[in-house]
């Protein structure tokens, strides 16, 4: 199982990006996903986790500027970011919580995975 993350990329402030991450491998089931960030110095931070049946939490910082959506047909999350401000910069790393195949008859099982990070800068 991996998650590749796509979309990163440099954008002025009040700009948007669309970030992207599809999961795949052995699947049996993906429980919440969600997006996490980093900023140089500081320590990972949640941006945004959506459940598998749609139920969304945002971090306040980012509460009416980013949306989190995931098509379950694609294994896949999005995080729609608009109004990006400078202090959006971070590294942003996809996460689910995934039980793969071998695992399918172990109900509530599931493994923690994370993409590689994409690099969001904006600049002022």
């Known amino acids: 199982v991996q998650l590749q993350a796509s979309g990163g990329g440099l954008v002025q402030a009040g700009g948007s990006l669309r970030l992207s991450c599809a999961a795949s491998?052995?699947?049996?089931?993906?429980?919440?996903m969600g997006w996490y960030r980093q900023a140089p110095g500081k320590q990972r931070e949640l941006v945004a986790v959506?459940?598998?049946?749609?139920?969304?939490n945002y971090a306040d910082s980012v509460k009416g500027r980013f949306t989190i959506s995931r098509d379950n047909a694609k294994n896949t999350v999005y995080l729609q970011m608009n109004s990006l401000k400078p202090e959006d910069t971070a590294v942003y790393y996809c996460?689910?919580?995934?039980?793969?195949?071998?695992?399918?008859?172990?109900?509530?099982?599931?493994?923690?995975?994370w993409g590689k990070g994409t690099l969001v800068t904006v600049s002022s």
């Open positions: 996460n689910a919580d995934i039980r793969p195949i071998i695992y399918r008859d172990y109900d509530d099982y599931g493994m923690d995975y």
């Open positions: 491998g052995s699947i049996f089931s993906i429980n919440d």
């Open positions: 959506i459940t598998s049946g749609g139920s969304t």
